[in-house]
């Protein structure tokens, strides 16, 4: 497995700080939140995308993944989701990450599975995936799976396990796991105070079943990115992502096959 961080851990920071603590802790690679806070979106230039591209890959990293917030089975229109995923594929072209992360954003799997085949040949010719979250309206693996069965669109789709979501919805990770199957392109993981209370803490001193998870992973032989998201961006309170970034690299370093 590879260890990656989000900057959603790093409110405020930017892109050279997060360079900095990525590169400072270990990590191979950096999951970039799209979002003007952050100084990576879709607006960028093309001068202002080279220029992230080549200070990340000058500091000796990858991206894993865009964070976008496209909900691809959200109510409304196709038209204005299409445009707005394939606005974020062509950045991922650009900063050479592999896929966007996408949110559900509704219960409907064909209204996903119609929209994924919209950007399925874009993407095919960039060589990028939509990355569909476990999360919102599809919290499980079955339900994502669900999704980008319909779609059927292996090549163009695929899955972000995020390990918090599905647990608290009551799905176990080897169920998850299972579900999700050859779709599974990337692993978030965090821990947090319960299923209830989402509070993020500090790797294994919380209720979400890391050990089982790594276990599962391990076994099963992924070998992708693991991206630490701390999310301090909704939760100012806690630590800083520097002191949580050790515990997410042994927790890489002991479930790599």
């Known amino acids: 497995m590879r260890l990656a961080v989000s900057t959603l851990g790093m409110p405020g920071d930017g ?3 997060a360079i900095e603590i990525a590169a400072g802790h270990g990590c191979e690679g950096l999951e970039l939140r799209l979002h003007p806070d952050t100084g990576v979106h879709a607006g960028l230039s093309e001068q202002e995308r080279r220029s992230v591209r080549r200070r990340i890959e000058d500091a000796g990293l990858e991206v894993s993944a865009l964070a976008g917030y496209v909900r691809v089975c959200a109510p409304g229109p196709d038209e204005p989701v299409v445009e707005a995923l394939l606005a974020d594929l062509r950045l991922a072209a650009d900063l050479d990450a592999p896929g966007v992360r996408v949110f559900p954003g509704g219960a409907d799997p064909e ?3 119609r929209r994924l085949g919209a950007v399925a040949e874009e993407a095919g010719a ?3 995936l939509v990355l569909v979250e476990t999360h ?3 919290a499980t693996g079955a339900a994502v799976a669900g999704l980008l069965d319909a779609a059927d669109l292996p090549d163009a ?6 390990l918090l979501h599905p647990w608290r919805h009551g799905e176990e990770p080897s169920a998850t796991l299972a579900a999700l199957g050859p779709h599974l392109r990337c692993v978030q993981v965090k821990d947090a105070v319960s299923a209830r209370d989402t509070t993020p803490v500090p ?3 919380g209720s979400v079943p890391l050990e089982e998870s790594g ?6 032989g992924y070998g992708g990115w693991v991206s630490l998201e701390w999310e301090r961006t909704w939760y100012p309170q806690v630590a800083p992502v520097e002191e949580i970034l050790p515990g997410a690299a042994a927790w890489v370093r002991r479930f790599t096959a």
């Open 15 to 17: 892109l050279e700080r």
């Open 111 to 113: 209204v996903g599975a």
């Open 126 to 128: 960039l060589g990028r």
């Open 136 to 138: 919102d309206a599809m």
């Open 157 to 162: 789709a695929g899955a972000i396990w995020d």
């Open 203 to 205: 790797m294994g001193s």
């Open 215 to 220: 276990e599962l992973l391990c076994a099963a």
